[in-house]
């Protein structure tokens, strides 16, 4: 009797979980469906058919030393109830993905052409003065993934840095050169080199992110405070090789972000709207494996980004929209 109103809650609570949408409360402990806290940093989403994978940097009992430990990829179709799926990358023995690295913010894209995910990552020593990127594949979206080689990409210096697909099936690489800016890179066909430059913007930007909608790029990033967080800003353009804007605050310059540090921008696009997710992380530089997730809405009206509060707000993937309850102060 005992099992059978067990099985029946399991059964309930699985058709909620199917059917409702889900409040988001940006910085509270995540938890994925096993229980266990998220650990997936510094995050790269990519969407495959009706599922979501959420790949990031584990900081598993991690106080202030970050070296690699694992790049975990989670699965959900709600974004909000999450699956461990495995490690998309392990430490190995040595090498780019040995003991005492810095392995950073993991981002997935999917080649139609040779039906590979290729993934890109900061490679670097812990106190960064290599400054490379390194990629890996698998023919797997959740992984394992085969880890290729790293390389600074046309001899410039890479750390942080995130991959952008255009709707035309191009791929770029957009990395921090601490020399002399933002670099946008034109992937080669195969996405797994960098086939030539496609703009050099004049800023330091870190936790780089890139949107494209409609006529307009985003490109949106924050300053060079390391685990600090800082006022992101963005600035547009009508194509990725330019001319890009000055770059403005995406939320106002006292709430640092609302205390966090872009990672990635995830567009919804559901049933009835499509809206723009801003993931980002609320680091704790002492305490890494207590950094938090800041999932917030980000409103995209022409040419401007701006960022909701952090505050509770019910996410419907299925739906494609993102609202909250009462009109947030
Ligand atoms: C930040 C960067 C993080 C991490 C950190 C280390 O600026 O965005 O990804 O590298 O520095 O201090």
Redesign the pocket.
């Given at each position: 009797m005992k099992n059978l109103f067990f099985i029946l809650a399991l059964t309930i609570t699985a058709a909620i979980a199917k059917a409702t949408p889900y409040l988001v409360v940006p910085g509270a402990i995540w938890r994925d469906t096993a229980g266990n806290i998220i650990q997936a940093h510094?995050a790269g989403l990519i969407h495959v058919g009706k599922t979501y994978y959420w790949f990031g940097e584990d900081h598993t009992g991690q106080k202030s030393d970050?070296s690699f430990l694992n790049i975990p990829c989670y699965a959900s179709q709600d974004l909000v109830h999450w699956t461990l799926r495995g490690n998309a990358l392990t430490r190995q023995s040595s090498g780019d993905l040995g003991p005492d690295r810095?392995v950073?913010?993991p981002k997935v894209i999917y080649n139609r052409r040779t039906h590979m995910y290729v993934m890109y990552l900061?490679i670097?020593s812990k106190d960064?003065h290599e400054a490379k990127v390194g990629v890996a594949t698998s023919r797997k979206v959740e992984g394992p993934y085969t880890y290729r080689q790293s390389f600074q990409p046309l001899g410039h210096q890479s750390?942080?840095m995130t991959v952008f697909q255009d709707t035309d099936g191009r791929a770029y690489l957009i990395h921090e050169d601490r020399m002399s800016g933002v670099r946008i890179d034109l992937l080669s066909a195969d996405y797994l080199s960098v086939a030539g430059p496609i703009a050099l913007i004049p800023q330091a930007l870190?936790?780089n992110c890139v949107l494209h909608v409609k006529d307009t790029y985003f490109m949106l990033g924050?300053h060079?405070?390391?685990?600090a967080m800082n006022p992101d800003v963005y600035a547009t353009a009508p194509a990725l090789s330019g001319p890009w804007s000055e770059f403005a605050n995406v939320a106002p310059p006292s709430t640092n972000t609302y205390n966090s540090?872009s990672a990635f921008i995830l567009p919804v696009q559901g049933a009835k709207a499509t809206s723009y997710l801003y993931i980002g992380?609320r680091?704790k530089?002492d305490n890494l494996q207590d950094s938090r997730y800041i999932w917030m809405p980000l409103a995209v009206n022409d040419k401007t980004l701006s960022l909701a509060p952090d505050v509770p707000f019910t996410l419907d993937a299925a739906a494609g929209t993102m609202t909250f309850d009462s009109k947030p102060q």
């Open positions: 510094g970050q810095a950073e913010r900061h670097d960064y750390r942080d870190e936790g924050s060079l405070t390391g685990w540090q992380d680091w530089g």
